[in-house]
Structures are given as C-alpha cells and as structure tokens.
C-alpha cells in the first residue's frame, strides 16, 4: 500500500512523462548547455529518439548546420536518463575538438583513448580500457578497428561516427576498417552523422543504412535490383520513403529564416592552358581511360583515378609528384614483393591530403608476376616516367597567372564593398601550394602570405609560433598543448 503522499507523486511523474517526440523531452537534458539552439538541431536530436526500435539514425545535414551539436543533444538527452557508456569514433584529427566542445557546450567529459595511454592502462592491470564505467570514449577510426575486440565487450548505450561517409563502402570485401566497425558496434545503438551520405553511387547510401539496420534495404543484390537505376518517380519516390525512418537532411536553404549566410558573390576569371600543359593533360587522360593499368589497385581503380583527375587538374607539380608514386608502386612489384599500402598512400599523402581516408580501402597485390606482366609493368613504368619528366619541365602554370588576375579583381571588389582584403586559396595539393606560395612570393601580394596545411613545419609557422611564446610567457596560456 502506498501512502497519499507517495500515490500524489508517483501521479505526478506520470504526467511528467513525455513521448519521444515531445521537444520537452530534451528540455532538462540541456539545460546547462552553453549553446544557442536552432529548430532543425532540435527537430534532428528528436529524430533520433523517434523510433526506440530503430538501432540508429543517420544525421546527413549539409555543412555547417551543426551536426556536432545534434550529437550533443542526443548524447545529453542519455547521459541525463543515466545512460552513460558512449563512445565517439572521429578522424583521428578531430578528437580534440569534440573533447573541448561536449566539455564546453554540454558540460559532458569524455577520455581521448589513444595507444599511449591504452597501453599504459593496460600495463597497470586494467582488463579493458574502454571501459571506464560511466563516460565518454572519444577515439579514432584506425585506432577502434585495431581494438575491436575490447569494443566488443562494452554494452555501448550509444555510438556517435563523425564524418561517417569514410564507412559508405562497407558492403566491399576490401574494406577492412568498415567491416570491423559494423561487426563490433552491430548491437549497439548508433548515430552517424556525414553532410555527404553518397558521393559516387546509390551504394554508398546502402552501405551507410546497413551499418545501422540491414534490414532496411535487404541484401546487396536486392538493393541493386530495386534502386540500381532509378529511372522514374516511383522508383525515387520509394527510396525516399525507405530511408525516411533513418536518415534525415537538412539543406541550407531550408534554415534561411533563421540562420542568416554571408552574401557569396562569384567571380570568375578563365584561362588557356600552355601547349605543354595541355600535352600532358591528353597523355595522362588517356593513360587514365585504359582498360588495364598494372599502376592502380584493381579494386579501387575508379576511386585512384578521381584522385589523378583532381591532381591533374592542380597543378603540374602535383601530378608529377603522383607519378612518381605510382613509378615507385610498380617498381615495387617487379621486386617480387606486394606493395606496402601504407607506404604507397603516405607517398601520395603529400599530393593529396585526402588520401588517408580511402587506405582501408585499397586491396592487397597478389604476390608472383609471369613473364608477360613484368614486360607489361616495364613498359607501364617507362611510360609513366616520360609523363613525368614532361610535368617537371612545366615550370610555370597558367592557372596561377590567372590567380593572379583573379586577386586584383577580387580585391577590387572588396575596396568597392569596403571590406578588408584577404583572400584564401584552397589547393587540391600540398605540391601546389608550394608552388602558389612561391609564384605569390614574386608577385605584389609577397607581403602578408600565411601557408597552412596542418603540419606548421615550415620556417614562418615556427617563428609565428616563438613570437606567440615570447608574447605569453609565464602566462597560463602556454600548456604545452
């Protein structure tokens, strides 16, 4: 028997229940959180409670309408029901920014799990270092898959993945990473969150639904029957409302009301590539095209030559340091020995940054040539060296005179609106920069250059850097960090 006291607030907790599409349902959950919300960060939290039978949801918001703090409020709303063993599974370079932004926006730590301080748990006793009782894991995708084992043995209450199209081709044997992940996290309750759910083909969507639930879809085959080729409404139609329990975009225009974007003016200025630079386009373009190439990983052969493509169009200097990658690739083969993918991708890491995500995806060379296969990689690699030669004695690009046009008008432009003059450049290549650094060097706008590419070993960023540390000496500012 209860007493009239107790019966009055179990009565009142009854009506303090809230269905899980309620928007008061997040409203105790955040509210200490140091951040100004807007509706779709809320409509998509609540998205992701919707249906308690779903094993997640995808969160595929275009860039810049904070994914992060969807996450957040999803990882709030559980640590508030004492659901508190989360893991969080990021680029390796973004683990400490979630740390600092869920410590500073939600009030919620978490442990940056690493091999440095996994081993050094494991060396004092502990079992598994993954489990730290009610927390936040925040660890990389390399470093998850290596430890899928330990995952394994944690009964997850949640799993966010940042950046998660990395996953998109998960349905490949090759892909290794992918596969381990889905496997380790398969009971586990998961939000994965991309602004590029599908970049080449309809089966990268499948791929990323089917790490949540393979039962949206089916089989891969069924897949490719039903969506293979979309062709009519119906067909789109169906798909959409497939996906809709599990997947939900919004688009920038969609927030306009209330999210107000800097007026973007485009300006564009052409420009005739040289006669050497236009031979070496058509040679390296129909190298490109070929049936077969020994130089490129026959299960990736599509991916790898997007790459090229995008070098290619960089700048001579980028494409002649691929070529001399893929050289050293074939070289290695005729040594009788399987090329060391990770060699062969830190070889193109310094042409082309983004390479790192698609590594796992690579299949491994059969060992063992025939006599027929070495003459064909021989004459591949004479070949190749002859494109690369050309790309070397190309020592001025077209594209970066029309850079330099392209600045006086921008900052004309910017003198009439009044607004500072600065420009970024973005590059495909860290090869083009260089040369763009150099090229700017000798120009009128040598004054003021910043190269930034995320290694800050270049002679200006360390001396940028021991003016910073002169300027704050003794100050707390300095941590070593």
Same mark, same amino acid.
């Given at each position: 028997?209860?007493?009239?006291?107790?019966?009055?607030?179990?009565?009142?907790?009854?009506?303090?229940?809230?269905?899980?599409?309620?928007?008061?349902?997040?409203?105790?959950?955040?509210?200490?959180?140091?951040?100004?919300?807007?509706?779709?960060?809320?409509?998509?939290?609540?998205?992701?409670?919707?249906?308690?039978?779903?094993?997640?949801?995808?969160?595929?918001?275009?860039?810049?309408?904070?994914?992060?703090?969807?996450?957040?409020?999803?990882?709030?709303?559980?640590?508030?029901?004492?659901?508190?063993?989360?893991?969080?599974?990021?680029?390796?370079?973004?683990?400490?920014?979630?740390?600092?932004?869920?410590?500073?926006?939600?009030?919620?730590?978490?442990?940056?799990? /690493? $091999?440095?301080?996994?081993?050094?748990?494991?060396?004092?006793?502990?079992?598994?270092?993954?489990?730290?009782?009610?927390?936040?894991?925040?660890?990389?995708?390399?470093?998850?898959?290596?430890?899928?084992?330990?995952?394994?043995?944690?009964?997850?209450?949640?799993?966010?993945?940042?950046?998660?199209?990395?996953?998109?081709?998960?349905?490949?044997?090759?892909?290794?990473?992918?596969?381990?992940?889905?496997?380790?996290?398969?009971?586990?309750?998961?939000?994965?969150?991309?602004?590029?759910?599908?970049?080449?083909?309809?089966?990268?969507?499948?791929?990323?639904?089917?790490?949540?639930?393979?039962?949206?879809?089916?089989?891969?085959?069924?897949?490719?029957?039903?969506?293979?080729?979309?062709?009519?409404?119906?067909?789109?139609?169906?798909?959409?409302?497939?996906?809709?329990?599990?997947?939900?975009?919004?688009?920038?225009?969609?927030?306009?009301?209330?999210?107000?974007?800097?007026?973007?003016?485009?300006?564009?200025?052409?420009?005739?590539?040289?006669?050497?630079?236009?031979?070496?386009?058509?040679?390296?373009?129909?190298?490109?095209?070929?049936?077969?190439?020994?130089?490129?990983?026959?299960?990736?052969?599509?991916?790898?030559?997007?790459?090229?493509?995008?070098?290619?169009?960089?700048?001579?200097?980028?494409?002649?340091?691929?070529?001399?990658?893929?050289?050293?690739?074939?070289?290695?083969?005729?040594?009788?020995?399987?090329?060391?993918?990770?060699?062969?991708?830190? /070889?193109?890491?310094?042409?082309?940054?983004?390479?790192?995500?698609?590594?796992?995806?690579?299949?491994?060379?059969?060992?063992?040539?025939?006599?027929?296969?070495?003459? $064909?990689?021989?004459?591949?690699?004479?070949?190749?060296?002859?494109?690369?030669?050309?790309?070397?004695?190309?020592?001025?690009?077209?594209?970066?005179?029309?850079?330099?046009?392209?600045?006086?008008?921008?900052?004309?432009?910017?003198?009439?609106?009044?607004?500072?003059?600065?420009?970024?450049?973005?590059?495909?290549?860290?090869?083009?920069?260089?040369?763009?650094?150099?090229?700017?060097?000798?120009?009128?706008?040598?004054?003021?250059?910043?190269?930034?590419?995320?290694?800050?070993?270049?002679?200006?960023?360390?001396?940028?850097?021991?003016?910073?540390?002169?300027?704050?000496?003794?100050?707390?500012?300095?941590?070593?960090?």
């Amino acid at each position: 028997m209860y007493s009239p006291h107790q019966t009055q607030y179990f009565a009142w907790q009854l009506t303090r229940r809230l269905s899980s599409e309620d928007e008061d349902k997040l409203t105790g959950a955040i509210m200490d959180a140091q951040i100004d919300l807007n509706p779709h960060q809320v409509d998509a939290a609540l998205f992701a409670f919707k249906n308690p039978l779903n094993k997640g949801v995808l969160l595929a918001d275009e860039v810049g309408l904070g994914k992060t703090i969807e996450a957040g409020l999803v990882i709030s709303q559980k640590w508030a029901e004492r659901k508190r063993k989360i893991l969080i599974i990021v680029p390796a370079n973004l683990r400490k920014q979630w740390h600092q932004e869920l410590q500073e926006k939600f009030g919620v730590d978490g442990q940056i799990l /690493e $091999s440095a301080n996994y081993n050094k748990a494991k060396r004092s006793g502990v079992k598994n270092p993954f489990d730290i009782g009610d927390g936040l894991v925040i660890c990389s995708y390399q470093f998850a898959s290596a430890k899928a084992d330990d995952l394994r043995m944690i009964p997850w209450d949640l799993a966010i993945i940042d950046e998660a199209h990395r996953l998109r081709n998960v349905y490949k044997k090759s892909n290794k990473i992918a596969k381990t992940l889905k496997d380790a996290l398969a009971p586990t309750n998961k939000v994965l969150l991309t602004a590029t759910p599908l970049q080449n083909s309809l089966l990268e969507l499948y791929g990323l639904v089917s790490i949540l639930d393979e039962q949206v879809f089916g089989d891969l085959d069924s897949f490719r029957s039903q969506y293979g080729r979309i062709t009519d409404a119906a067909s789109f139609a169906s798909l959409k409302q497939r996906i809709a329990p599990v997947c939900k975009r919004t688009l920038r225009q969609q927030v306009q009301a209330y999210v107000s974007y800097t007026k973007r003016i485009p300006l564009v200025q052409t420009f005739t590539p040289s006669s050497d630079e236009q031979r070496l386009y058509t040679r390296v373009s129909d190298y490109l095209r070929r049936p077969e190439l020994n130089a490129l990983p026959s299960g990736q052969r599509q991916l790898i030559s997007m790459v090229m493509w995008k070098l290619l169009a960089s700048s001579s200097f980028a494409i002649a340091g691929a070529l001399g990658s893929i050289v050293a690739r074939l070289e290695r083969m005729l040594e009788h020995a399987a090329p060391d993918d990770e060699q062969v991708v830190g /070889e193109f890491q310094t042409d082309y940054e983004a390479l790192d995500e698609t590594a796992e995806e690579w299949d491994e060379q059969e060992q063992g040539l025939s006599e027929a296969e070495q003459q $064909s990689i021989k004459a591949e690699i004479e070949e190749l060296r002859s494109y690369k030669d050309l790309a070397e004695n190309i020592r001025q690009n077209s594209k970066g005179d029309a850079l330099l046009k392209a600045l006086k008008i921008g900052f004309d432009k910017l003198a009439e609106l009044g607004a500072n003059q600065k420009a970024i450049i973005f590059t495909e290549s860290r090869k083009t920069q260089n040369y763009l650094l150099q090229r700017l060097g000798d120009s009128p706008y040598n004054d003021g250059i910043v190269l930034f590419n995320g290694s800050n070993s270049d002679a200006a960023a360390k001396q940028i850097y021991q003016d910073w540390l002169q300027r704050h000496q003794g100050s707390d500012k300095i941590t070593g960090s």
